[in-house]
């Protein structure tokens, strides 16, 4: 067979998370590379015009004498510091008189390099159409509105105009410029930034990964190993429950298999032992009895024949079992499900029984009102009751009593098999049902069968989908029910 090549779970956490830092990296830089400028603009965009609003309503409504020209000029400053502008306010009404500028030293400040009346008028024009706006002038274009260029280098620029009125209703010009790239400075301190921030994701991943990694493998490699001892039939392997949450459940359900193999695996060398008593016992009565009546011409009798006659049908009843058991659990056996008078087959049962262990001083009682129908595989039906109530007989008190009791409550009938035996402990109840279980670890042939009658029941009302269950008391007896829907 082909063997497909694959990858520790080490290295796969280490590439996945590899991959994932390298996938960030590569976004951080394009959006250093791409989009660096847009973002910035934008924010420019915003902060030029927050600072235009604040100061146009600062304007409005005031009455501008010198002092009041004097404390524009100074909020104008105040307003450039905070958002790295220039600002410059005219008075329309005086033919664009420069009534405050902001300080500016910035040889390459389109604001204050600014010398065309023409452009002011058509901004004048525009911003009292639509209020506010913003206009981003390309360094390019500069030449084209100012006269004697510039010494520094020049940059794009925003350039956000409105007009606004104080109380005596004199117009102004309120004109904001800003740099909209960004400084050389500043795109190198972000360079920077990023890749200090690229070299430290990059140490994080591989701590990371080296971390996770051996969280993850170390309990897995070592549950691959305990599972090999499994695997070897070493059912005291015991598997480690620590870890991530999934491989502590996966430990834990591990054990519990562990276990369930184990119990298993004694329960089947307990009925390899008793199963070759029990067939051991009666072969060798067949052979004996056998044996003597060839050398004893004597011994020919009919009661030593039924003896023979006896014990082979406890053979072939045992075989019978263990034939019937495996077939349920491997679902071979097709249902053949009929509408089945419950309560007559019930009836024969006990019938057969109180008949057949008369000698034995068996009071086997029927309490029933009416006669119910049901839709189940008859022949299996009476397993289930022939097996209760062999059970009961077996397990039942010195009154040597069993009652097995019809009830019904709206559309279900309940049969009962009651005894008044030693009772089950309850914590061995959710155990007997299980194939080979035996509450008696002694080997009792006269009393005790093979530990496989009760999980054939249970098969069997399983298949037919039928609620079933017990109750005991010990000391007082135990009680096997099983329902089944009523039909008409
Ligand atoms: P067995 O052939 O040993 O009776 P079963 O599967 O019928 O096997 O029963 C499993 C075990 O359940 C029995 O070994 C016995 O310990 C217990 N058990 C079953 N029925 C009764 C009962 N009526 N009273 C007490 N114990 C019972």
Request: aromatic share 10%; proline share 1%; hydrophobic share 40%.
């Amino acid at each position: 067979m082909k063997r497909k090549f694959s990858l520790s779970i080490k290295a796969n956490i280490f590439i996945s998370i590899f991959a994932l830092t390298l996938v960030l990296i590569i976004a951080l830089w394009s959006l250093q590379v791409f989009f660096f400028d847009v973002i910035y603009k934008t924010s420019k965009k915003n902060d030029i015009e927050r600072a235009t609003t604040l100061i146009s309503s600062n304007l409005e409504g005031s009455v501008l004498d010198y002092n009041g020209t004097a404390k524009l000029s100074s909020f104008a400053k105040q307003i450039s510091l905070e958002y790295e502008l220039c600002v410059k306010i005219y008075n329309c009404s005086q033919g664009y008189t420069e009534l405050t500028s902001t300080d500016c030293t910035d040889d390459a400040c389109f604001l204050h390099k600014l010398n065309d009346r023409a452009l002011l008028l058509s901004w004048l024009t525009s911003a009292t159409n639509e209020d506010t706006f913003t206009n981003v002038i390309e360094k390019g274009d500069f030449d084209s509105y100012i006269l004697n260029g510039f010494s520094g280098d020049a940059s794009d620029t925003l350039v956000s105009v409105t007009t606004a009125s104080d109380d005596s209703g004199t117009l102004y010009l309120i004109v904001l410029s800003s740099v909209a790239e960004p400084a050389q400075a500043l795109v190198s301190v972000f360079r920077a930034m990023l890749g200090f921030v690229s070299l430290f994701l990059v140490i994080t991943a591989v701590v990371i990964s080296l971390v996770l990694a051996s969280r993850i493998s170390k309990p897995i490699v070592s549950m691959s190993r305990d599972a090999k001892r499994l695997a070897q039939a070493d059912y005291e392997v015991e598997f480690v429950e620590k870890g991530p949450k999934e491989i502590t459940e996966l430990a834990k359900t591990l054990n519990y298999t562990a276990g369930e193999l184990g119990k298993l695996d004694s329960m089947q060398k307990e009925l390899i032992a008793n199963i070759s008593h029990d067939l051991r016992t009666p072969l060798t009565m067949i052979s004996g009895y056998a044996e003597m009546m060839r050398d004893i011409p004597s011994e020919n009798t009919p009661e030593n024949l039924q003896i023979i006659i006896d014990e082979t049908s406890r053979l072939t009843s045992l075989v019978n079992d263990m034939l019937s058991v495996s077939r349920l659990q491997a679902g071979t056996q097709k249902m053949d499900i009929r509408r089945v008078n419950l309560t007559n087959a019930v009836f024969q049962t006990v019938e057969r029984y109180a008949r057949f262990k008369e000698h034995n001083d068996f009071v086997i009682n029927f309490e029933y009102d009416d006669t119910v129908f049901i839709m189940a595989d008859e022949i299996r039906l009476l397993q289930v009751i022939y097996n209760l109530i062999n059970n009961a007989i077996n397990y039942t008190g010195v009154d040597r009593t069993v009652t097995v009791k019809q009830t019904i409550e709206n559309d279900i009938v309940r049969i009962s098999v009651c005894d008044t035996g030693d009772g089950i402990k309850e914590e061995d109840l959710p155990l007997i049902w299980d194939r080979y279980y035996k509450v008696d670890k002694i080997h009792r042939r006269a009393v005790v069968g093979t530990g496989l009658g009760l999980s054939i029941v249970k098969n069997i009302l399983l298949a037919h989908g039928s609620r079933f269950g017990v109750s005991s008391e010990l000391k007082k007896g135990s009680i096997f029910w099983f329902e089944f829907k009523i039909v008409e």
